[in-house]
């Protein structure tokens, strides 16, 4: 069946860049997400990838997509410790709706 | 713009007990769905709905009804609380092109 995995934890100091890394076994998976969890709230949509790029850059966010390895990446530049929070990585198939979550990866961020 | 609304924000039930989760949005959209976020596990669907009348199961729909009578409500009733229901339930709206999600503010819910 379709699952996605994470590392549960990444610390990075303030002003690094932080990578956070996800893989997935659905093939004909189309979209491709990060969503960002702060403690106490609901999941924000951070970026989106359609699974025809491999790489997609928004401000500090860059989401690289392997699609032979089945290997997403978000890499967070100058991070902050508002950026501090739970990151989950998803993917949804063209015409279907469930979309597949992954466990969360809780980034702290150290002053 | 309120988005997605829960209510409630936390609950407590006793083992045994029903109650309903409640989900509106004002976003007109189609498609709508329940999570419940478990330590270490991500989001699991528990059932979504494709539009007003239409309802179908996800992958923990067990214990769980929805009901989808109105575009806007989707509301989750369970039927006789167990512990193992103890979680943080989460509500989503998608929009038309069904590429993002957007959630509610989750309702913690501990079974006792």
């Known amino acids: 069946g379709e699952d996605v995995e994470q590392s549960l934890f990444l610390s990075v100091r303030e002003g690094d860049s932080s990578v956070i890394n996800c893989t997935y076994t659905?093939?004909?998976?189309?979209?491709l997400y990060w969503y960002k969890q702060e403690p106490g709230a609901g999941l924000q949509l951070l970026t989106y990838?359609?699974?025809?790029?491999d790489m997609k850059q928004d401000q500090r966010l860059t989401v690289l997509l392997n699609k032979k390895d089945k290997h997403l990446s978000l890499r967070i530049a100058d991070t902050q410790t508002g950026d501090s929070a739970i990151y989950f990585c998803?993917?949804?198939?063209?015409?279907?709706?469930?979309?597949?979550f992954g466990a969360g990866t809780r980034l702290f961020v150290k002053a | 713009n309120a988005g997605v609304t829960q209510t409630p924000k936390f609950q407590v039930l006793k083992t045994g007990q029903s109650m309903t989760l409640q989900c509106a949005q004002d976003?007109?959209?189609?498609?709508m769905s329940w999570y419940r976020q478990d330590p270490g596990m991500g989001l699991r669907l528990i059932h979504y709905?494709?539009?007003?009348?239409?309802?179908d199961q996800g992958e923990v729909p067990n214990g769980y009804n929805v009901s989808r009578s109105t575009t806007e409500d989707f509301p989750l009733r369970l039927l006789s609380a167990a512990p193992s229901q103890t979680s943080v339930y989460f509500c989503?709206?998608?929009?038309?092109?069904?590429?993002?999600?957007?959630f509610g503010q989750g309702t913690r819910l501990t079974v006792v």
């Open positions: 989503a709206s998608t929009d038309s092109h069904n590429t993002e999600a957007f």
């Open positions: 659905d093939s004909s998976s189309t979209y």
């Open positions: 990838i359609f699974s025809n790029m």
């Open positions: 998803a993917e949804r198939d063209t015409g279907g709706f469930k979309t597949i």
């Open positions: 976003m007109n959209h189609e498609y």
């Open positions: 709905s494709v539009g007003a009348g239409i309802t």
